[in-house]
């Protein structure tokens, strides 16, 4: 695979340089030229979208307490880092309609009720915001990626199989991305191998790196002939095509 069709995606935005899942990160990642921006989305108490990894608040903002047990107007009160507000769904999609970017939404809940009520609350943001076709939608959870399928067939959806460890072997990531219906699949760069690479072009999933954001990690990625590659540096990456392309 050339290095040209790799998908530069900014996980959380350019998040080791700002902070993390916020619309400066993003604003920072579509500056620095990146294909898409992954980030996660979870549900508020009164079943508002937002943009937030963990399911508490503690860790990226100066907020207490689950996500999920705050309404909207409470949340847009924390700070996220440097003054920025915790972002919308449909802010996100706002941001990159803009641009030619695209979007890698993640799936994040505590209950497979929520799960499925959140797949089905994304798939209808997209396709109200005519955002579907410029969206991958990405999860841990096989049931959630069959759901948004469901709703919708011609979405795009992502698999994270598990545990990402390196104890699956080649075929066994690939069936579990096969199971859930997915298109294509993420994994830790620190346990790819050509094996699983090979195994992914059998079965016709695009494989995607997940986290690399060293110079001679992401070098690995390229050479190994991933799909995709999901870092909080994009600077970084684009230094490095930019390299191996020379």
Not at 10 to 18: K, L, M, N, P, T
């Amino acid at each position: 695979m050339s290095c040209n069709s790799i998908v530069r995606a900014a996980h959380r935005g350019a998040s080791a340089q700002y902070p993390e899942n916020t619309l400066l990160a993003f604003r920072k990642a579509i500056e620095q030229g990146l294909d898409m921006l992954e980030f996660d989305v979870r549900c508020t108490a009164d079943a508002h979208l937002i943009v937030m990894h963990d399911l508490t608040l503690e860790r990226t903002t100066n907020g207490h307490g689950n996500v999920n047990d705050h309404n909207l107007q409470e949340i847009r009160k924390f700070d996220a880092g440097q003054g920025e507000k915790i972002p919308l769904l449909e802010e996100v999609i706002e941001l990159a309609r803009q641009t030619n970017t695209r979007l890698c939404v993640e799936l994040k809940s505590s209950t497979e009720d929520e799960e499925m009520a959140l797949a089905e609350a994304v798939i209808r943001t997209l396709e109200s915001t005519a955002f579907l076709s410029r969206a991958i939608v990405t999860s841990f959870s096989p049931k959630a990626l069959l759901r948004a399928k469901a709703i919708n067939p011609e979405v795009s959806t992502m698999l994270d199989p598990s545990p990402q460890d390196g104890s699956l072997s080649p075929r066994e990531i690939c069936a579990q991305a096969l199971r859930a219906g997915a298109n294509s699949l993420c994994y830790d760069f620190r346990f790819l191998t050509p094996e699983i690479v090979r195994e992914c072009q059998l079965t016709g999933l695009a494989l995607w790196a997940w986290d690399p954001d060293e110079p001679a990690d992401l070098e690995r990625m390229i050479q190994l002939g991933v799909s995709g590659i999901m870092t909080n540096r994009p600077d970084v990456l684009n230094k490095v095509l930019h390299d191996v392309a020379v």
